[in-house]
């Protein structure tokens, strides 16, 4: 099992696809229209954890937890709590999704434990400080040096929000390459679908047209090309998690895990199948305390019919479920996997060369499975 626990819900960044966009879905009509996905809703979880670590140690012992990944809000404003679960809860690997900001806050012995820090940044300096706030961007390359500095040699992973101020192909390709190597790998996901109140039909198409699309194709095409000239896979978590699949043919489920292969402590111990679904009861499964009890993590229409799904997995059952982008918009979100998925599918006998003749073999495509990590952006 690999497991998300919140630690917190509070932050010390106001992002504009976060905060903002809770603010301007605060008094909406959630969760009271049970036809809505949301069901019966929870809305007064605690903002931090209300058990004992002990009962997640037990809990631990009786579900053996491969990836333990630390959350929030930002978990790294709750130290001492890392600390304690990093000593008492047995798992096989401890990681951190961060804003970064704090990480000089660690203490270097459980730095050098973890085994990965997932760090929110978008892309170039103007891109990151227009969605994050001025000045995070150099605060946090300088914070994922000063990690190196301390001996951490784990995965460090670029985890980026994509939104219409995103040129994808430039930002990734900035964080991968021009960054003195601070990034090892990339992943990045569209803020699109996690609130009612940002669906702009229009202007969301437009950019996923005009731009998306066409540089996210650009982005496949360098990538390949940087293989066949540099003989070195840049480690991009969805062409790594789609390629593997057209590469093997094994159908991968629902990549990334919710409520199959990974479950998410909330803050009061309830065990819900992924942290975007904090509260949605119908969607829990047991709890630390009295353990792992059967929930319902299936995929509905359109993605249940869908010829795609046997290579995207299904991309998010948050969204799929809740479709608060209505059905039009749900499958013009669709239209951007099925390009990243036709774009790699294209590719993949200039990759299948490359493995023929020996200049890469498959371990150059492997990365850490259930990890936060979704691979379907």
Same mark, same amino acid.
């Given at each position: 099992?690999?497991?998300?626990?919140?630690?917190?819900?509070?932050?010390?960044?106001?992002?504009?696809?976060?905060?903002?966009?809770?603010?301007?879905?605060?008094?909406?009509?959630?969760?009271?229209?049970?036809?809505?996905?949301?069901?019966?809703?929870?809305?007064?979880?605690?903002?931090?954890?209300?058990?004992?670590?002990?009962?997640?140690?037990?809990?631990?012992?009786?579900?053996?937890?491969?990836?333990?990944?630390?959350?929030?809000?930002?978990?790294?404003?709750?130290?001492?709590?890392?600390?304690?679960?990093?000593?008492?809860?047995?798992?096989?690997?401890?990681?951190?999704?961060?804003?970064?900001?704090?990480?000089?806050?660690?203490?270097?012995?459980?730095?050098?434990?973890?085994?990965?820090?997932?760090?929110?940044?978008?892309?170039?300096?103007?891109?990151?400080?227009?969605?994050?706030?001025?000045?995070?961007?150099?605060?946090?390359?300088?914070?994922?040096?000063?990690?190196?500095?301390?001996?951490?040699?784990?995965?460090?992973?670029?985890?980026?929000?994509?939104?219409?101020?995103?040129?994808?192909?430039?930002?990734?390709?900035?964080?991968?390459?021009?960054?003195?190597?601070?990034?090892?790998?990339?992943?990045?996901?569209?803020?699109?679908?996690?609130?009612?109140?940002?669906?702009?039909?229009?202007?969301f198409s437009h950019w996923v047209r005009?731009?998306?699309?066409?540089?996210?194709?650009?982005?496949?095409?360098?990538?390949?090309?940087?293989?066949?000239?540099?003989?070195?896979?840049?480690?991009?978590?969805?062409?790594?998690?789609?390629?593997?699949t057209l590469l093997t043919g094994v159908?991968?489920?629902?990549?990334?895990?919710?409520?199959?292969?990974?479950?998410?402590?909330? *803050? !009061? %111990?309830?065990? #819900? +199948?992924? &942290?975007?679904?904090?509260?949605?009861?119908? /969607?829990?499964?047991?709890?630390?305390?009295?353990?792992?009890?059967?929930?319902?993590?299936?995929?509905?229409?359109?993605?249940?019919?869908?010829?795609?799904?046997?290579?995207?997995?299904?991309?998010?059952?948050?969204?799929?479920?809740?479709?608060?982008?209505?059905?039009?918009?749900?499958?013009?979100?669709?239209?951007?996997?099925?390009?990243? *998925? !036709? %774009?790699?599918? #294209? +590719?993949? &006998?200039?990759?299948?060369?490359?493995?023929? /003749?020996?200049?890469?073999?498959?371990?150059?495509?492997?990365?850490?499975?259930?990890?936060?990590?979704?691979?379907?952006?």
């Amino acid at each position: 099992m690999h497991l998300f626990v919140t630690l917190t819900h509070e932050c010390n960044l106001k992002c504009s696809y976060c905060y903002g966009k809770c603010c301007d879905d605060f008094g909406s009509d959630e969760g009271e229209d049970d036809d809505d996905g949301f069901g019966d809703v929870d809305y007064d979880l605690p903002d931090n954890i209300s058990y004992g670590v002990s009962d997640l140690r037990v809990f631990a012992e009786r579900e053996p937890v491969e990836n333990f990944i630390f959350y929030g809000g930002e978990p790294l404003l709750r130290l001492n709590t890392i600390y304690e679960m990093m000593d008492e809860v047995p798992a096989k690997r401890f990681i951190v999704q961060t804003n970064g900001l704090l990480l000089h806050q660690l203490e270097p012995s459980y730095l050098r434990r973890l085994h990965t820090l997932l760090v929110s940044i978008d892309g170039e300096e103007a891109v990151t400080d227009g969605y994050r706030g001025r000045g995070v961007y150099r605060q946090v390359l300088e914070q994922v040096r000063l990690a190196r500095a301390r001996g951490f040699t784990g995965e460090v992973v670029a985890r980026m929000t994509v939104g219409r101020q995103t040129d994808i192909d430039t930002q990734v390709l900035h964080l991968l390459l021009e960054t003195d190597g601070l990034f090892d790998s990339v992943h990045w996901q569209l803020d699109a679908q996690f609130w009612r109140s940002d669906y702009d039909p229009k202007g969301f198409s437009h950019w996923v047209r005009r731009s998306y699309r066409p540089r996210l194709l650009n982005l496949i095409e360098e990538w390949v090309k940087h293989m066949e000239r540099k003989r070195r896979v840049l480690h991009i978590y969805p062409f790594l998690g789609v390629t593997e699949t057209l590469l093997t043919g094994v159908p991968p489920g629902l990549r990334c895990g919710s409520g199959w292969a990974q479950l998410t402590v909330q *803050t !009061n %111990g309830a065990l #819900a +199948a992924c &942290p975007a679904m904090l509260g949605m009861k119908r /969607y829990y499964f047991g709890n630390i305390r009295s353990g792992v009890q059967l929930g319902n993590s299936t995929l509905g229409s359109p993605c249940s019919s869908c010829q795609t799904l046997q290579l995207c997995g299904g991309r998010c059952l948050y969204a799929n479920i809740t479709k608060l982008w209505s059905e039009t918009g749900f499958r013009l979100v669709c239209s951007t996997v099925k390009t990243l *998925t !036709n %774009g790699l599918e #294209a +590719a993949l &006998p200039r990759v299948q060369s490359l493995l023929k /003749y020996g200049d890469l073999s498959l371990s150059d495509f492997e990365y850490t499975k259930f990890n936060s990590c979704e691979i379907i952006p």
